[in-house]
């Protein structure tokens, strides 16, 4: 067929310039170590055939994904041995996928660790558990002979309670330095974007944001730096004159007080905005707005359309945008969800 395929009603804008910046701040406040970029789940929701490439013209040289699956889209746009995968090899899949594409594995087990050495081993990263009791071998272990027979590049670990002011950080520290002295490695790794925040004992030579290269702030020292960088938007698909005692969506869930004008628009559950944004439970204070003017949901958010009140902008029509307050500190207070989760949500409708 070679009609255009029509626009979709909600798209998704990527402020290029604002995760341009989000990396070089990270990268400024890791201080002499580089900043990498975690580009696991299609960059955090936001797509990583377009994120991707801003970020390596920003700077950045490592890369992480978690599966193997994630390799093949990255490579179009950087070096496949400047992509980690943080799951590992599995299975002798993976070995063979990993060997042909040249990506580096994270070695997160003993089991990982053979399996590789009888491929041949060659260039990997080593993931060494220091708390969070998630992936990673355990230093117990790092004197072990798989351990030693590996070709270890960056030698890692992960925090658990970055965003929180826990003992947990120092102690994952002290850890960390006690394994480093039992492993041969070319460079050092254990901040994410909150770790990063905790001062430069925790960058060591590169440090590995996600969450906030995409416009998260994990912690009030990230605040003022980050910016947003997505921003949703979906359009007005009809407008409807309510009578005082009218119900709307599903349930009825919102009766009008009174005579109201109201507009359906393009975007629901489907698409990642979830029931937790209307007014369920009495929660009220929901809205999506038109420029700075909040249009308060009402009812029931559908798979596919929430309704709001039109009352403050009389002028919007069927076709007009509206913006989904997406700043992700404040969505994550109205929606209940955490800022990972609000934009790992975000569907596959939106347009650009
Ligand atoms: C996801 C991930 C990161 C990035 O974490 P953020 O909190 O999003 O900055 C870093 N390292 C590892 C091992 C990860 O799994």
């Known amino acids: ?82 992509i980690a995968v943080l799951h590992g090899p599995m299975t002798s899949q993976d070995i063979t996928y990993a060997k042909a594409s040249g ?47 590996l070709d270890v590049d960056v030698l890692m670990s992960h925090l658990a309670c970055a965003d929180e002011d826990s003992e947990m950080n120092a102690r994952q520290l002290a850890r960390f330095r006690e394994v480093q002295a039992q492993v041969d490695w070319n460079s050092l790794s254990l901040a994410n974007s909150a770790g990063i925040a905790l001062g430069g004992d925790y960058a060591f030579n590169l440090t590995r944001p996600g969450l906030a290269l995409y416009g998260g702030i994990a912690r009030k020292e990230l605040a003022g730096l980050i910016k947003q960088v997505a921003f949703p938007e979906a359009a007005i698909i009809q407008t409807r004159e309510l009578k005082a005692g ?5 349930n009825g869930e919102f009766t009008a007080p009174r005579d109201m004008r109201v507009g359906t628009v393009s975007l629901g559950y489907a698409d990642g905005f979830l029931r937790s944004w209307g007014n369920v439970d009495g929660r009220s204070g ?64 939106f347009g650009s």
Not at 64 to 74: D, K, P
């Open 1 to 82: 067929m070679s009609v255009d395929i029509p626009q979709p009603s909600l798209r998704l804008r990527i402020d290029h310039a604002a995760l341009a910046s989000n990396w070089r701040a990270l990268d400024a406040m890791s201080g002499d170590a580089s900043a990498g970029a975690a580009i696991k789940a299609d960059c955090y929701g936001l797509d990583v055939e377009y994120c991707l490439p801003t970020l390596r013209d920003a700077g950045a040289e490592e890369f992480f994904v978690a599966h193997w699956s994630e390799v093949e889209t990255a490579a179009h746009h950087v070096h496949a041995s400047d």
């Open 103 to 149: 990506a580096v594995p994270v070695i997160n087990s003993l089991e990982q660790a053979r399996r590789w050495n009888e491929a041949g081993g060659g260039r990997c990263h080593l993931m060494v558990d220091t708390g969070i009791n998630r992936l990673g071998v355990a230093p117990s272990e790092v004197g072990d002979e798989a351990i030693k027979t």
């Open 246 to 250: 009218d119900a709307v969506g599903y």
């Open 286 to 349: 929901s809205h999506l707005l038109h420029a700075e003017t909040p249009l308060p949901l009402l009812g029931k958010v559908s798979m596919d359309m929430v309704v709001v009140d039109l009352s403050a902008a009389p002028s919007l029509r069927e076709g007009d945008w509206l913006s989904v307050p997406y700043e992700l500190q404040n969505a994550a207070q109205q929606s209940g969800l955490s800022q990972y989760e609000l934009l790992t949500i975000l569907g596959q409708r």
